[in-house]
């Protein structure tokens, strides 16, 4: 499975750094929704969302960015 990041206006993927991509195979994954969700929380941009890919087949699903991760302090 891989766990991408999308903006939702031109449907393009994170690729890292500051680069958009169209091709799913050039996309960053994150690996876990809370890498994914803590890289999101640092960018100033609401318009993206996380897909979860099936890396095995063409399934996978959408989840909207809704909320920001914020660390708990001991």
């Known amino acids: 499975m891989k766990i991408l ?3 939702k206006a031109t449907g393009f ?3 890292g750094g500051n680069q958009w991509t169209p091709d ?3 996309a960053h ?3 876990t929704g809370l890498n ?3 890289y999101s929380s640092k960018t100033p ?3 993206v969302e996380f897909v979860y890919l099936q ?3 063409l399934d996978g ?3 909207p960015k809704l909320s920001t991760y914020q660390r708990e302090r001991a």
Do not use: P
Request: cysteine-free; aromatic content about 16%; overall charge negative.
């Open 5 to 7: 990041l999308r903006n």
């Open 13 to 15: 993927f994170y690729a």
């Open 24 to 26: 799913v195979d050039v």
């Open 29 to 31: 994954d994150f690996q």
């Open 36 to 38: 994914a969700l803590q």
């Open 45 to 47: 941009s609401t318009n």
């Open 55 to 57: 890396t095995d087949a």
């Open 61 to 63: 699903f959408i989840l």
